[in-house]
């Protein structure tokens, strides 16, 4: 394949949040973006964004948990798009509770859709990646890897995601693909939306606490977290592999 020729990126997640900018951003790049969600309808607005900008997308409607819609999407996307040799594994839910409340369909929910999820769509993707001798695969990770009180479910998923995608690297690189991790710190979106509805906070007031925890002293956009992922899916980064950035508005360990 020439670069010339438009690359085609999968999304997961996509209807809302940092999924959308991501798809939106992607197709500014030029890709044909699957902007895939649970819901096919719900990933409507995300389309018609791309569409209106001038750019290629496909609504895809599948829950990434499940081996035979992810099977089903993939191959539906390989024939309407062309192949898929960009993966960014954004799908994602909170199951937040303290470790003596939490349930174990808290713990199974969250470890299905990120784990297994970022699992099923990478290992649906990868074939098509090797065939082309090239592949961008980008996982969203969290701060919270590092350890948050609430989310041992969450912690352990994205700090997960982060060994699954130096593995990737590892695996994949001689075919020309890379794998790297996003761990973004708090950007306003629906989810943290509703973690400020959790704690019993207004929106507005939870983000401006946690500005003030914030080196740069602003939360973060869902597009800061587009801009890190178009680096690491871009034609140009093709040395860059097996790495955890955190887009966090400052430092963390
Ligand atoms: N917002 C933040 O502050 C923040 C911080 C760190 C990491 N993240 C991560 O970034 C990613 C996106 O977060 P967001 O804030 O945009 O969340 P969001 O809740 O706004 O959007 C998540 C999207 O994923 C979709 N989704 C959920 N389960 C799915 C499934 N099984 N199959 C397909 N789609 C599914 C939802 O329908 C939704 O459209 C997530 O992986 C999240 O964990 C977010």
Redesign the pocket.
Known sequence: MSTTEQRVAIV????????AATAVRLAAEGRAVAV????EA?CADTVEKITAAGGKALAVG????DAAQVEAAVARVAAELGAPTVLVN????LRDNLLFKMSDTDWDTVMN??LR?AFLMSRACQKHMVDAKFGRIVN?????ALGNRGQAN?AAA?AGLQGFTKTLAIELGKFGVTANAV?????V????AATAERVGMGFEEFQAAAATQIPVQRV?R?ED?ANAIAFFTGEAAGFVSGQVMYVAGGPLN
């Not at 997961?12 to 999924?19: D, H, L, M, Q």
């Not at 895939?36 to 819901?39: F, G, I, P």
């Not at 954004?90 to 839910?93: E, F, L």
């Open positions: 997961t997640g996509a209807a809302r949040g940092i999924g895939l969600d649970l819901d719900a599948c829950d990434v948990s954004n799908a994602g839910v859709v990120h999820g969203l990770s969290s701060s919270s969450y994205k761990a973004p710190g708090f950007i979106t629906d989810m943290t973060g869902p977290i």
